[in-house]
Each structure stands twice: as structure tokens, then as C-alpha cells.
């Protein structure tokens, strides 16, 4: 497709199931985001890759959270043992380069019981 | 630490009346600055950005922005709304030598006809 895909779109855990969140970026896109939002709020950086090397997992908020891209195309976002804290829509962004515009998805939203 | 504020949570105007929208950043040096809409359900879309040059910032959707440098304001104004416009508005501010994103928590703009 045209834009950066997410899947799924909505997801509901039973706390301390493990999820992983699928996004795939623009073909071509070098560098991929992913952004965490929680109701009512803007979206909070977690973790940047440039191709399949992740340069930045500052905002990871445990180590539950893990995030990969191993061809430098297709990403996931795993947690585990998951929380009800960690309900939130989590988008992924990708860019052709740096400092250029990026591409957000739709979204998936995680609901955590 | 760089961070951006919008005071206003909640705005509502009449259709075809004018729009202010008010962003301020935090960051030790000339930062990019974007703003982004998003509507219910949707990703986030790209309005405008400025990263050099002229102050004011011509976007979509007839949207445009002035970096104030003394102010550390990055204001988004549209001189006539239309109810389409209806949407949560996001100013984020980026580092020069990363590509991540630190939004702000977004105002939701509400028209009436």
C-alpha cells in the first residue's frame, strides 16, 4: 500500500499476556518510529530504527517493551507480561530519510483487561 | 530537556471564523518544528514544518505557522475554519540530531456551524 500499515488495529490482552504489534513502514523508508499514546494525550517517542539497527530505545518505558526490524522493513512492537498502564494506541512513523517528513499510521489500540 | 506546551486543551469557534492555536517550545537550539492533525481514528497528517528560513510556514489545508524565535512560539493560524477542520491538533518539536519527535498534548478544536 501507499502509507505505513498496522496491524492489528485493535487488540485486547488479559494483563500479563504478551502482544507484539505489527507495522509496515512505506517501501523505502530508511528510518521507522514508534510512538506511544495514551488517552488524552501526544504521542510519546519509544524507539527509532535506522534500517534493521535501532538507534534509539530511550523512551521504551521496561524492559517489557521490545521493539526489532530485522530486514530494515517490516517492524514489531512486543510486550510482555502486559499491564493495564500499557493500554494506549501505539503508532509507528517511517521517513525516507533523515530529517524528512514521516508518515504516520493508524494506529493500534490496546486494551489491556 | 526540550518539551512543548499547549495551553489550550479545548478550543471552539464558529465556522468561517478566524484560528489561533498556541505552541510553545523548550529546546537549546534551533529546533524543527511541526504541526499535525489528527482526527478520530486517524493517524497523525503532517500540516506544516519549519526548519530554516523564512519564519512563516505556508501548510495544507490553508494552515500556516510563525517560528518566534523570541518567544519560543510556534503558533498555527487559519483565517477562516471550516467544520472539516473539527480534529486534535499536535505541535511537536524535533532535535537536529535525532529524528525523534516530543509532542505536546494537543488541543481539540471543535466548530460550530
Same mark, same amino acid.
Given at each position: 500500500?501507499?502509507?505505513?500499515?498496522?496491524?492489528?488495529?485493535?487488540?485486547?490482552?488479559?494483563?500479563?499476556?504478551?502482544?507484539?504489534?505489527?507495522?509496515?513502514?512505506?517501501?523505502?523508508?530508511?528510518?521507522?518510529?514508534?510512538?506511544?499514546?495514551?488517552?488524552?494525550?501526544?504521542?510519546?517517542?519509544?524507539?527509532?530504527?535506522?534500517?534493521?539497527?535501532?538507534?534509539?530505545?530511550?523512551?521504551?518505558?521496561?524492559?517489557?517493551?521490545?521493539?526489532?526490524?530485522?530486514?530494515?522493513?517490516?517492524?514489531?512492537?512486543?510486550?510482555?507480561?502486559?499491564?493495564?498502564?500499557?493500554?494506549?494506541?501505539?503508532?509507528?512513523?517511517?521517513?525516507?530519510?533523515?530529517?524528512?517528513?514521516?508518515?504516520?499510521?493508524?494506529?493500534?489500540?490496546?486494551?489491556?483487561? | 530537556?526540550?518539551?512543548? &506546551?499547549?495551553?489550550?486543551?479545548?478550543?471552539?469557534? %464558529?465556522? *468561517?471564523?478566524? !484560528?489561533? #492555536?498556541?505552541?510553545? +517550545?523548550?529546546? /537549546?537550539? &534551533?529546533?524543527?518544528?511541526?504541526?499535525?492533525?489528527? %482526527?478520530? *481514528?486517524?493517524? !497523525?497528517? #503532517?500540516?506544516?514544518? +519549519?526548519?530554516? /528560513?523564512? &519564519?512563516?510556514?505556508?501548510?495544507?489545508?490553508?494552515?500556516?505557522?510563525?517560528?518566534?524565535?523570541?518567544?519560543?512560539?510556534?503558533?498555527?493560524?487559519?483565517?477562516?475554519?471550516?467544520?472539516?477542520?473539527?480534529?486534535?491538533?499536535?505541535?511537536?518539536?524535533?532535535?537536529?540530531?535525532?529524528?525523534?519527535?516530543?509532542?505536546?498534548?494537543?488541543?481539540?478544536?471543535?466548530?460550530?456551524?
Amino acid at each position: 500500500g501507499a502509507g505505513v500499515s498496522q496491524s492489528p488495529r485493535y487488540k485486547v490482552a488479559k494483563r500479563g499476556q504478551d502482544v507484539a504489534l505489527r507495522c509496515d513502514p512505506i517501501s523505502g523508508h530508511v528510518s521507522l518510529f514508534w510512538y506511544q499514546q495514551a488517552l488524552g494525550q501526544g504521542p510519546e517517542f519509544l524507539t527509532y530504527f535506522q534500517n534493521e539497527a535501532q538507534l534509539d530505545k530511550s523512551g521504551l518505558p521496561s524492559d517489557r517493551f521490545f521493539a526489532e526490524r530485522p530486514e530494515g522493513s517490516v517492524s514489531t512492537l512486543k510486550i510482555q507480561r502486559t499491564q493495564q498502564e500499557d493500554s494506549a494506541v501505539y503508532l509507528c512513523a517511517s521517513s525516507l530519510a533523515r530529517n524528512t517528513e514521516a508518515f504516520f499510521g493508524q494506529g493500534t489500540r490496546l486494551t489491556v483487561v | 530537556a526540550q518539551s512543548v &506546551t499547549q495551553p489550550d486543551i479545548h478550543i471552539t469557534v %464558529s465556522e *468561517g471564523a478566524s !484560528l489561533e #492555536l498556541r505552541c510553545n +517550545y523548550s529546546y /537549546g537550539a &534551533t529546533p524543527y518544528l511541526f504541526w499535525y492533525v489528527q %482526527s478520530p *481514528g486517524q493517524g !497523525l497528517q #503532517l500540516l506544516l514544518k +519549519y526548519f530554516s /528560513g523564512d &519564519t512563516l510556514v505556508q501548510g495544507i489545508k490553508g494552515f500556516e505557522a510563525e517560528f518566534k524565535r523570541s518567544q519560543s512560539s510556534f503558533n498555527l493560524r487559519k483565517p477562516s475554519v471550516h467544520w472539516s477542520d473539527a480534529a486534535e491538533y499536535f505541535c511537536a518539536v524535533g532535535a537536529r540530531n535525532t529524528d525523534k519527535l516530543i509532542f505536546g498534548t494537543g488541543t481539540r478544536l471543535q466548530v460550530f456551524p
